[in-house]
């Protein structure tokens, strides 16, 4: 009986474990500005424009903006405008611990940084998150046709790898 309980709970576990890496896979994190981190950039804003303009941010997705707790923050703009002035006004959020990590929604985000004058000096980012996740931005930007994003022909056989674990098992039970 101790047994058999026991060994429900490692195919649970195997379950859990096969579906967290499935999902893992499909999400990525996006280190801002990779190895210089959140700073006040050396050149000014460009430096997170340019780093921005490399990347496609999918919907789950996570940025990770790297600085040392008490040096910076991450201010979420509540717009373009007061992005565009700085202003922490109406912010749907404030972190104060570094690293942040924020998961993405769908649309245009906003964030910077509200130390000192870091914002109008550059540390500030604006992003813009596609709703189809993984898949890269339309190069004609037709939208009359859809075609099924690649992640979508991995569905079944994603969905089908923790139940092939379970039947392993199982039959191993028995
Ligand atoms: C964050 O920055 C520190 C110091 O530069 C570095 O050692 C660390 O690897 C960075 N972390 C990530 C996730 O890039
Ligand atoms: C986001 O996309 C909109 C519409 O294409 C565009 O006007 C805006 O400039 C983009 N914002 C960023 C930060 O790329
Ligand atoms: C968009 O795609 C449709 C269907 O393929 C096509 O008929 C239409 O001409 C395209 N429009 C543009 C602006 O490319
Ligand atoms: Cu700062």
Redesign the pocket.
């Known amino acids: 009986m101790a047994i058999k309980v026991t060994m429900n709970l490692v195919v649970l576990s195997l379950v859990v474990v096969a579906a967290a890496l499935v999902q893992g896979s499909r999400a990525e994190t996006h280190v801002v500005g990779d190895t210089l981190g959140w700073v006040v950039p050396p050149g000014g804003s460009v430096a997170y424009t340019t780093w921005?303009a490399t990347k496609t941010f999918a919907v789950g997705d996570v940025l990770l903006f790297n600085y040392t707790t008490g040096e910076h923050d991450v201010v979420v703009a509540a717009s373009k405008t007061t992005y565009d002035s700085c202003s922490a006004t109406n912010a749907l959020s404030t972190e104060k611990t570094g690293p942040t990590s924020i998961t993405l929604t769908s649309g245009?985000h906003f964030y910077f940084c509200s130390v000192g004058t870091h914002c109008s000096l550059g540390q500030k980012l604006?992003?813009?998150v596609s709703t189809t996740a993984t898949s890269s931005p339309s190069p004609t930007g037709n939208t009359t046709t859809s075609p099924p994003p690649p992640s979508s022909a991995a569905q079944p056989l994603a969905a089908a790898l923790p139940l092939t674990l379970v039947s392993i098992f199982v039959a191993l039970l028995h």
Request: aromatic share 0%; net charge negative; charged share 20%.
């Open positions: 921005a245009e604006a992003i813009n």
